[in-house]
DNA sequence: GTACCGGTGCG
DNA sequence: CGCACC
DNA sequence: GTAC
């Protein structure tokens, strides 16, 4: 039944933290004593922040949760997530200081308020003298951090193909609603405004962070997710960095970033390479001693078996061990899925990207499959029905290519999307659009489980055999702005807005929005509760309190 | 010392 | 169940 | 490998 109404999430950032003001050894002083802080969130570890606010007001600095007037200084990640939370024209007459954190932090190190000079966000008057050496540098960061695929270490065996042809500045923004047949968005509707910003992808640091993605994978291969995973989380915080990193210091405070971190940087920074993984691409035995029994391996073939898709570490290794040294060898072997095999079999044109241009087309082409396959309501009414065909990731967050297609599937009416997809596939297949399947599950006609139907496949662009990995999901249009903001990512993104939704007491994921029921409710089944009903992204951004994002800024 | 991102299909 | 995937 |  009704779950108990959701109270609307309170505005307010964290209140002023617990005062419990710490000993705090020397007497900290009133370092920053008369200064009013706001904090720009975005971007920062809750933690993070917590820490920095308890310190200013140790230090006898004010916190607001608001920017007021009284304020007299911002301290934000980046110019980015500033602008996020601050719109430039409250900005332009504000006199204070804006700042990177870090001048905080060199403020905290040094025991006391060093230049503001370096750290300045500001862009001065506005208008012809821009700022001096202030910052342009910092204008453009975080925006491209070419964590070129989608998502997380784990999935999309990470291959590391170069999508560095920037972003596409052409975004096609697409509707985030429903769209039906004249064009009107009948739902998703959110400022329509398509800004195409100047990228201009910083990577300062891409040595550095170069190193650590192949230290992904070759930890992952090594089946060490987790320290895998602390690499992958360390790149994003080394390139958003505004400036060529030179010295561990400037490293040193960085979340995610310990001591091991900094000593690779310091090696990369002062050698220009890792030993360590100089090790691990020559040598290939020896490191991980404790390993080194059970992998006498090269880690490049487990490495390369794991690309294989529906093969994972555990498998690899069971391959290799088995004897298997090349992807020839895994042809013979009996126990491969169906699933693997095809993932062999088309293993090359798999790692293919596909053009923006094509991708678009295929798109198109879907969009027109589905309308055979389920006519909309004719007729003058204006209110026509239309299958919504929407392809997500990469390719909606604007990328120039992408590794695969994510298409996210809905129909306004709310029902006939039930079983659509058997008959779709069906048709895609008899188009010879679609070529080989991987996985294929339907929900909706059961109505158990959320109702959502997936398909997982290989297809064609017309005219070609090339095949490319689709993903295929069609969702009740009650939740249908829950699966598309998953399938959109990037992962960054989905997890940050996971936590948030934690944090007030809700649980997120593709399916919906849930009061995070305790331990009891199972999940199997009808679910026992339905999802908050929010109807399009943007409403499922503002009720999480989350600064609204085109989906071409979604590339955290 | 220990947790770290979560949910689902397949075999 | 464990493995793989998104 | 990092943070709690």
């Avoid at 960085?254 to 030993?275: F, R």
Wanted: glycine fraction near 8%; proline fraction near 4%; include cysteine.
């Amino acid at each position: 039944m009704a779950p108990k109404r959701a109270t609307t999430p309170k505005k307010r950032l964290t209140s002023a933290v617990d005062q419990e003001s710490v000993g705090d050894g020397g007497g900290g002083g009133g370092l920053f004593h008369g200064l009013i802080f706001f904090l720009v969130d975005i971007g920062v570890q809750p933690r993070r922040l917590q820490i920095w606010k308890q310190k200013l007001v140790q230090m006898e600095g004010t916190v607001e949760d608001q920017f007021s007037k009284r304020v007299t200084h911002i301290l934000a990640m980046s110019s980015k997530a500033l602008l996020e939370k601050v719109c430039k024209e409250s900005l332009m007459p504000f006199k204070g200081s804006v700042l990177l954190y870090q001048w905080l932090e060199e403020s905290l190190k040094l025991g006391e308020k060093v230049s503001e000079e370096l750290y300045s966000l500001k862009t001065e008057a506005e208008g012809d003298n821009e700022s001096p050496k202030s910052i342009d540098r910092v204008r453009n960061k975080s925006e491209g951090s070419q964590s070129d695929d989608n998502e997380s270490p784990r999935d999309k065996k990470a291959r590391h193909s170069p999508e560095h042809a920037s972003v596409s500045p052409a975004v096609s923004n697409e509707s985030h609603g429903v769209k039906t047949r004249d064009g009107t968005n009948n739902s998703g509707g959110d400022s329509n405004k398509d800004v195409s910003l100047p990228y201009a992808p910083p990577d300062l640091n891409r040595n550095i962070t170069e190193i650590f993605g192949k230290l992904i994978n070759i930890y992952r291969a090594l089946g060490e997710d987790r320290r895998s995973f602390s690499y992958y989380k360390a790149i994003p915080v080394i390139e958003k960095l505004p400036f060529k990193i030179e010295s561990v210091d400037q490293v040193k405070h960085l979340p995610t970033i310990g001591k091991s971190m900094q000593d690779h940087i310091h090696e990369i920074v002062t050698t220009g390479k890792l030993s360590k993984l100089e090790h691990f691409e020559t040598d290939e035995k020896v490191f991980y001693r404790f390993l080194e029994e059970l992998f006498t391996v090269t880690v490049r073939t487990i490495n390369l078996f794991g690309e294989v898709w529906g093969i994972g570490p555990a498998t690899a290794l069971k391959l290799y061990e088995k004897g298997h040294r090349t992807l020839n060898d895994l042809k013979n072997e009996d126990s491969l899925t169906h699933s693997q095999r095809v993932g062999l079999e088309y293993f090359e044109d798999i790692k293919k990207r596909i053009p923006r241009k094509e991708v678009q087309d295929m798109e198109h082409l879907l969009q027109k499959a589905g309308e055979e396959v389920l006519p909309g309501v004719r007729d003058n009414c204006s209110d026509a029905s239309q299958v919504s065909v929407v392809c997500g990731g990469s390719f909606r967050r604007g990328k120039a290519t992408c590794g695969d297609m994510d298409i996210v599937i809905t129909h306004p009416d709310g029902t006939s999307h039930k079983g659509f997809l058997a008959k779709y596939v069906k048709h895609l297949k008899d188009l010879n659009f679609l070529r080989e399947d991987l996985i294929f599950s339907t929900h909706s006609l059961e109505g158990t489980d959320s109702g959502v139907d997936t398909y997982f496949g290989l297809c064609t662009y017309p005219g070609r055999e090339t095949r490319h990995r689709i993903d295929l999901k069609v969702y009740p249009r009650d939740i249908y702005a829950f699966g598309l903001i998953a399938w959109t990512g990037n992962d960054v993104l989905n997890r940050r807005l996971r936590i948030i939704a934690e944090s007030k007491g809700y649980r997120l994921d593709d399916t919906g929005l849930f009061l995070a029921t305790h331990g009891s409710d199972g999940k199997k089944g009808a679910r026992a509760t339905k999802s908050l009903s929010l109807n399009t992204e943007k409403e499922v951004f503002d009720f999480l309190g989350f600064p609204w994002l085109e989906p071409h800024e979604r590339n955290l």
